[in-house]
């Protein structure tokens, strides 16, 4: 069975400051992983995804996650937070990548000013 | 329109009500998914729909019955729900190909219901 667990369901860091939102991940097979963001009001928007290329994978608006098969985690990171970065963000992950998403419980991301 | 569009944004509705949800989506994809949202809770997925067949319902309860009249329309129509379904639905639609491994699932902004 595949899951997601986020640790931390709100993380607060200061503008400039390293953003770490953690996702660890259960698949029976290699899995592919998501990273998603919603802004308030507004639906899901992909940030990245691992699909078994490159473990160290880039994605938009300055954000980057590493696929680490020992820990079967998926990190998010961003080097330095921005106000716009304010929302909630879902880690997920398929077996099939296709139609099978399963989403963790999200972690909500404030930025101090 | 662009994307994948939601109406209504916000529904209230008592629990003998009958409602429906519409999403609809301009992407050319033919791939369509119903998502439930609640608070501290996983995403859900509902139901799938693969080039307007049902491929998906994740045990749902039968007072939510989903509708793809064709590949660019989703509905989902709710008759004598529970204060429990309150929650923001989501609609999501995706390109299913044979050149690609994945394809991403684009979620329109959902629809806010409460039940009364």
């Known amino acids: 069975a595949q899951s997601v667990t986020q640790l931390g369901s709100h993380v607060s860091v200061s503008e400039g400051a390293l953003v770490l939102l953690r996702c660890n991940y259960s698949?029976?097979?290699?899995?592919?992983l998501f990273w998603y963001v919603q802004y308030p009001n507004q639906g899901l928007q992909l940030l990245l995804k691992?699909?078994?290329?490159?473990?160290l994978v880039k994605g938009i608006n300055g954000f980057e996650a590493e696929f680490k098969k020992s820990e079967t985690s998926f990190h998010l990171t961003k080097p330095s937070a921005h106000m716009s970065d304010a929302a909630e963000y879902f880690c997920?992950?398929?077996?099939?990548?296709?139609?099978?998403?399963?989403f963790g419980t999200g972690t909500r991301l404030t930025v101090i000013p | 329109e662009t994307g994948v569009t939601q109406t209504p944004r916000h529904l209230v509705m008592g629990m003998t009500n009958k409602k429906s949800l519409k999403c609809e989506q301009h992407?050319?994809?033919?791939?369509m998914y119903w998502y439930k949202q609640s608070a501290k809770k996983p995403l859900e997925l509902m139901f799938v729909?693969?080039?307007?067949?049902?491929?998906e319902n994740n045990s749902v309860p039968s007072r939510f019955s989903p509708e793809c009249p064709n590949s660019s329309h989703l509905f989902l129509h709710l008759h004598t729900l529970q204060p429990e379904d309150s929650a923001l639905y989501l609609c999501?639609?995706?390109?299913?190909?044979?050149?690609?491994?994945?394809?991403?699932?684009?979620f329109g902004p959902g629809t806010r219901l409460t039940v009364l």
């Open positions: 999501a639609s995706s390109h299913l190909g044979l050149a690609e491994p994945y394809n991403e699932q684009f």
């Open positions: 698949s029976s097979v290699p899995p592919y």
């Open positions: 691992y699909t078994s290329a490159a473990t």
């Open positions: 997920a992950v398929s077996e099939d990548g296709a139609n099978n998403l399963f």
């Open positions: 992407l050319g994809h033919n791939a």
């Open positions: 729909y693969n080039f307007k067949e049902q491929t």
